[in-house]
């Protein structure tokens, strides 16, 4: 059964600071890895998609990696700002027949100060 | 708004009442899914829909809750008998063939 784990549980930094987010996920069979952002009492919203086959994807302050053998992605934000402050969520995509499900860790939960 | 919707964003009900959640994904897209969300966790597959035929439904989906797709659009989520252990966030999501899933803002559930 895939177990998706993210470290740390909570991150508070100073605006301005870079800072990195991980994720391990315990089999290395995933089609795809995907980051999510989400806002208090909120739905997510899609940051970044990794496919299997990529190593990395950039969306502006935005970096995600992914190391299927080691089951590791990390996603690195830039110059942090105040409005980056949400829960960030991993989820590995595994397919099951037509199924692309997503399993997901229990997210960090990032506070930038201003 | 383009984006896929849910209705409604908060529902409070008795224990034991019936409560049915509405989905509408993005309009070209043949697959929806639902997930459920409880405080301090990542969101959990419940069950998946390849236009209008369920295609898998995860053990956390007991008896008491049903879904359905007619038509291959929207979607509704029956849970019956609510109890609390129901609260939580019921959340669909949607997507294009095997492509990155689009979610909606979510349904609140309180059950007291």
């Known amino acids: 059964k895939q177990e998706v784990t993210q470290i740390p549980a909570a991150l508070s930094v100073p605006e301005g600071e870079n800072l990195v987010l991980n994720c391990s996920f315990t089999?290395?069979?995933?089609?795809?890895l995907q980051w999510f952002r989400q806002d208090p009492g909120k739905g997510l919203t899609s940051l970044l998609l990794i496919q299997s086959s990529q190593r990395e994807q950039t969306s502006g302050r935005l970096n995600a990696s992914l190391d299927k053998s080691s089951g590791r992605s990390t996603l690195y934000i830039a110059a942090s700002q105040p409005g980056d402050s949400a829960t960030y969520l991993c989820a590995v995509i595994t397919r099951g027949g037509s199924n692309y499900k997503l399993t997901f860790g229990k997210g960090t939960l990032l506070t930038v100060n201003p | 708004d383009t984006g896929v919707s849910q209705d409604p964003r908060h529902k409070i009900t008795k224990r034991g009442q019936n409560v049915t959640f509405r989905c509408d994904p993005i309009?070209?897209?043949?697959?929806l899914y639902w997930y459920r969300q409880t405080l301090g966790q990542g969101p959990e597959f419940l069950t998946y829909?390849?236009?209008?035929?369920?295609?898998?439904k995860s053990r956390l989906l007991s008896d008491r809750f049903s879904a359905e797709r007619p038509k291959g659009s929207f979607s509704t989520l029956e849970i019956q008998r609510t109890e609390q252990g129901d609260s939580a966030m019921y959340l669909c999501?949607?997507?294009?063939?095997?492509?990155?899933?689009?979610f909606g803002p979510g349904t609140r559930l309180t059950v007291t």
């Open positions: 999501a949607s997507s294009l063939r095997q492509d990155e899933q689009y």
């Open positions: 089999d290395s069979a995933i089609y795809n």
């Open positions: 309009s070209e897209h043949n697959r």
């Open positions: 829909f390849q236009n209008e035929a369920q295609l898998e």
